[in-house]
């Protein structure tokens, strides 16, 4: 099984986010060509991690700073319910992840940017592909040598929507 994230730009308005925008990379799967969400039961004796509800995401704003987004996470948002195995699960996920995370730092240095850390964490998990929805439906596949460029790009789109809702 190939795992893959969807990438979901989160808009700035002020209604809604303040004025912040979000980047948020989901897991999932393919099956009979169809995007599949991992379910609480399944991700992890597919994958070996537990997947349902995981999310990578970082904030970004019309601040300048030193780098374009902040927040980096990758962390489980919106989790309906947890009992006792699920927790231990979670638990394990996050602490392999972070063993990998922290051995590409010791080779590769701390990441450049958004980009560069949401590369690492799909390597860290295996995945094979970044997907882009498209509004008509349509999927675009990038390789993980194209992750941060792509990333970053949507990151910059969404930095200079936050700052055209400043002025």
Request: proline share 4%.
């Amino acid at each position: 099984m190939k795992l893959y994230f969807d990438l979901k730009p989160v808009p700035p308005s002020r209604a809604s986010t303040g004025g912040y925008a979000h980047l948020q990379l989901r897991p999932f799967r393919i099956e009979n060509n169809e995007r599949r969400w991992f379910a609480a039961t399944s991700g992890e004796a597919e994958t070996g991690f537990e997947l349902c509800d995981l999310v990578i995401s970082c904030q970004i704003d019309a601040r300048e700073t030193e780098t374009a987004s902040y927040g980096w996470a990758c962390e489980y948002k919106n989790v309906y319910s947890i009992d006792a195995a699920r927790a231990a699960r979670m638990h394990k996920t996050l602490t392999k992840l972070r063993r990998k995370l922290d051995s590409f730092q010791e080779t590769e240095g701390y990441p450049a940017s958004f980009g560069a850390y949401v590369n690492r964490v799909m390597r860290a998990f295996g995945a094979a592909e970044l997907v882009e929805i498209a509004e008509d439906d349509g999927q675009r596949h990038f390789s993980l040598r194209e992750v941060p460029w792509l990333v970053d790009r949507r990151v910059g789109l969404l930095k200079e929507a936050c700052k055209r809702l400043a002025a």
